[in-house]
């Protein structure tokens, strides 16, 4: 009477051996092939060389040349997607980035009641219409470092737009460069 703890190990015993059998069978029939090279190829955008940005740059038209045919409008349009991030309104918040009005002649990382990031800090100077350009262009290669995590305005005659609009935020629009001749 004592073959129910028997029949329970037997049962055990038959459902591992019923296991080992499919796990072989399941190796045998669906066999993985190994790479030759373990992991996964990733497909990387190779940065451009400094010569090559450079160069993109000197064949592209000046901003003094593109803000000659800039459009405020068009630029007030292109700034809304700036608003996640800035507010352009005279005395306007802060929001994740600094005020935006009066940023045109305004100095780099100072004042606006901000707290800027040690290299835009570092940088230095006056925003003038060409240091606009490279930094709306690519923020992160015009000041490494800098916090902001916009990939930036590619497109020369947008950028323009809203650097026309930018110098408009203000009391004293700063006066329009000549255009190279």
């Known amino acids: ?46 940065e451009a060389s400094a010569t090559g940005k450079e160069a993109k740059a000197a064949s592209s038209q000046s901003i003094e040349t593109l803000l000659q045919s800039a459009a405020v409008e068009k630029g007030a349009v292109a700034a809304k997607k700036c ?12 929001r994740v980035g600094p005020n935006l009005y009066g940023i045109v002649g305004d100095k780099k990382g100072e004042g606006r009641g901000f707290n800027f990031s040690a290299a835009m800090k570092a940088k230095g100077g006056a925003w003038t219409y060409d240091d606009l350009d490279k930094f ?15 990939a930036g ?3 020369d005659s947008e950028r323009a ?12 629009p700063v006066p329009l460069p000549k255009a190279a001749k």
Not at 21 to 36: D, G, Q, R, T
Not at 161 to 172: G, K, P, Q, T
């Open 83 to 94: 608003e996640a991030c800035h507010t352009f309104q005279k005395g306007g918040p802060n």
């Open 1 to 46: 009477m004592d073959s129910l703890p028997n029949k329970i190990i037997g049962a055990v015993l038959g459902a591992c051996l019923v296991l080992l059998v499919m796990n072989l069978a399941a190796s045998a029939i669906f066999a993985p092939k190994m790479p030759e090279k373990p992991g996964y190829a990733i497909a990387v955008k190779e």
């Open 161 to 172: 737009d809203v650097i026309a609009y930018l110098r408009m935020l203000s009391d004293n």
């Open 136 to 150: 709306i262009t690519d923020p992160k290669a015009f000041i490494p470092g800098t916090a902001m995590g916009f």
């Open 153 to 155: 305005i590619q497109k």
